[in-house]
């Protein structure tokens, strides 16, 4: 089948054109053509471009957290937030959904946007909700989850039970847990949730995929195989084959492979599973993870937080484990991406990829430090030295530029969340959402990439030197996203011979008020040609 698209203004990556052939799921070509058409399609001058790559994101945790409380739309205040908990709740048994043993579930809450009291909920507060089920509830960054007295009775964790390495628990005065954990820490909650089924995992694929689709999104490089602590990642990958087989993946997946133990990556790699893949899923990057969050003050710095300096925060390895880690992922051929969001882990994450590449120099190994938020000159010139990828989330502005200054300090701030100077000194950069930490919303960060404020634009630019322009903040989330997972000559530009998946808008981006970006709706979206979404007409 052969469709003719015309009349589009229609950014291919390299150039302007108004028409484009699909063939067989690829571009075959750039322009009206005299041979046989069997379809056309008048995109009446609608803007159109290569589908959005979501550089950096968690597929498994965005579906799940679709199908829990929606925090994040109650995140006003402290009280709002355990009224919609409560109404959860409430819906939850009215439909017949809470049986013996099931957990309550939510996403989204930020302490911080709290107007009434500026903390963390505790097990007092989720006991407001319910005494009879077990609750746990995840801060927006992930970092951080809240849990009940029922859950902590579950758990079996009382005034006794000791601090794990990695991450912490909160005791009051008396010794007695406040059901709020940090980082590693996590896992002493998670392990006991109940494990989803392949079935489940279909389900959560699903409605990400279709949350994905309607924002434009065509491609992701997702970290998945931590999410949930006891299970198998080969049932992830049967869902995926599955899936497939059934026609119902319409995002193209490239897998960040997360793993904690090192006895974990070598199975994997010795199962040669680190080069399975097509083109619809593959596995890629080792995918570590270096600290946590910002803001929860778990980030790890090289000094001590300006607004608690009791704490440089937390590293989730000691500098031999990421050693170790990185040194056989790259002797193995393996690429690696890590999560860094201080300074100071970024130091220990350098020092790591310095020594791996020194046992075993690799010319194109596109290792990357994923978030590479809080940094210093010397760093960023160690980065360009080693050619290390940046995967950056310009959304993170919309929150974190009411914060950073006053957790690292104005210098630190000052070199911080940089983009422009990272493509200026040669250092490759691709941009995504980290959802569910962020809604996928491309527009929105193509917005704060530009402006370098956040969405309201209600605060001063931040680094304004730091803006990029319309046309890379574009290649940042679509061909920048491709040259991320070496498919840079498979998709992410639209011409001859790629993938013919791309996204039609209802406005250009390159003509509208750089504060209206956001605002701009995606009309359709395809994969291999395919329409996968299409906004209903209102």
Known sequence: MRTLYKNGAIYTGESWITSFVVEDGKISATKEVDETIDQVIDLQGK????????????????????????????????????GHLKEYVQNKKEFGQLKEGSWIQGRGFNHDYFQD??????????????????????????????????????????????????????????????????????????GKLPEPTVEDLKQFIVLACEKLNSYGITSIQTDDYETFP???????????????????????????????????????????????????????????????????????????????PNTRGIPVYSQNQFDEMCSYANKNGMQIAIHSIGDGILDCILSAYEKALKECPREDHRHGIVHCQITRPDQIEKMKEMKLHAYIQSIFLDYDIHIVKERVGEELASTSYQAKSLLEKGITISNGSDAPVEDPVVMRGIQCAV????????????????????????????????????EEKKKGRLVEGMMADFVVLDKNPFEVDPYELSKIQVEKTYINGKLVYEKREE
């Open 47 to 82: 803007f159109v471009c290569a589908g959005f790559n979501d550089s950096h994101m968690h597929l498994l945790n965005l579906g799940s957290t679709l199908s829990m409380a929606r925090l994040s739309e109650h995140t006003n205040s402290l009280e709002e937030m355990i």
């Open 117 to 190: 009291e500026n903390r963390f909920p505790t097990r007092y507060d989720l006991d407001k909700v319910s005494t009879e089920y077990p609750i746990c509830i995840v801060r927006a960054c992930g970092h951080i989850c809240v849990v009940n007295s029922k859950a902590l009775q579950i758990l079996g964790i009382t005034k006794e039970t000791k601090q794990i390495e990695g991450g912490h628990f909160e005791v009051d005065e008396q010794g007695e847990p406040l059901g709020i954990f940090f980082e590693n820490a996590l896992e002493m909650v998670y």
């Open 230 to 308: 006891n299970m198998d990642y080969h049932n992830m990958l049967k869902a995926i084959d599955e899936l497939i087989a059934e026609d119902k993946l319409t995002v193209r997946i490239n897998e960040q492979v997360h793993f904690t133990k090192l006895e974990e990556l070598k199975q994997f790699i010795q199962e040669e599973n680190h080069t399975k893949g097509d083109d619809f899923f593959k596995n890629g990057p080792l995918k570590m993870l270096g600290d946590g969050s910002l803001g929860a003050r778990t980030a790890y710095l090289s000094r001590p937080y300006a607004d608690q």
């Open 451 to 486: 402006t370098r404020q956040n969405i309201a634009h209600t605060a001063l630019p931040y680094l304004k030197e730091e803006a990029l322009t319309v046309q890379e903040a574009i290649d940042s989330f679509t061909k920048d996203g491709a040259y991320a997972s070496f």
